[in-house]
């Protein structure tokens, strides 16, 4: 399975998660569908890290995507929570992600160890690498990034362990488990949440199958295509309501 055909099935399921968010105006079954496009995102920027020979161009990229996706996700939120509630779209969280293994990045490959050639100093040199994912995780619950601190979480696990697939699955699946147990104790028990939390397992499914191959381009169209559909989204919801 190529980059193209995982981008391809993210956009089709994101885009039936979005118009069910309009048509219904709460989460729906529909939904369930929509929990597999995140994930491949967010593996999709674990990759791109890895693979892209312009660094500074791709941090450009998703944070001038994301200041002009804020309006269009603004509005479309608007048609399904009529009391505002500021967010941060997409493009944000994974910017942030990309920043956290960035920073991540940096912390392992520097030359600098507590401990000189020591176990001890290595896992005190992982666990300071660790720390401004965590950070940057706080950080996007707090300002209210489009799946917050799960979102930079499962980025960094993507890249954290992309040459290790079975700990990469299992990581991603307790990642999963972990943050929708916590949205059950806060809102109660309700059956769908099981399903969400099954069905945003599901897409690991699609990227184990990825064979690291790019497939067709269509870079800068699946950015233009996120602010594009959500504004014919609402402007279609809002000319009906």
Do not use: W
């Not at 995982?6 to 956009?11: D, T």
């Not at 969400?196 to 699946?222: A, S, W």
Request: one cysteine or more; a positive charge.
């Amino acid at each position: 399975m190529t980059s193209f055909v995982l981008k391809l099935i993210a956009m089709v399921t994101m885009v039936i998660d979005h118009v069910g968010n309009a048509y219904f105006k709460k989460t729906t079954s529909v939904n369930l569908i929509g929990r597999i496009a995140f994930p491949i995102f967010a593996f999709q920027i674990s990759e791109g890290y890895t693979h892209t020979k312009n660094l500074k161009k791709y941090f450009l990229r998703l944070f001038l995507f994301a200041f002009l996706s804020q309006i269009p996700f603004m509005l479309f939120k608007s048609i399904y929570m009529p009391e505002f509630v500021f967010s941060l779209n997409i493009f944000f969280t994974l910017f942030f992600g990309m920043l956290a293994i960035y920073i991540y990045d940096i912390i392992i490959k520097s030359p600098f160890e507590l401990v000189k050639n020591n176990i001890i100093g290595t896992c005190f040199k992982y666990i300071i690498a660790i720390f401004p994912v965590i950070v940057i995780g706080f950080l996007a619950e707090i300002l209210n990034f489009d799946y917050g601190f799960f979102g930079i979480a499962i980025i960094f696990i993507f890249y954290a362990f992309r040459n290790h697939k079975v700990l990469m699955a299992i990581s991603f699946a307790l990642a999963c488990i972990i943050n929708y147990a916590n949205i059950i104790l806060i809102n109660g028990y309700h059956y769908l949440y099981v399903l969400l939390c099954l069905f945003t397992i599901l897409p690991i499914v699609f990227i184990l199958l990825y064979n690291e191959k790019q497939g067709k381009k269509i870079k800068y169209f699946l950015y233009v295509f996120y602010p594009v559909h959500l504004l014919i989204i609402y402007f279609i919801f809002a000319l009906q309501s």
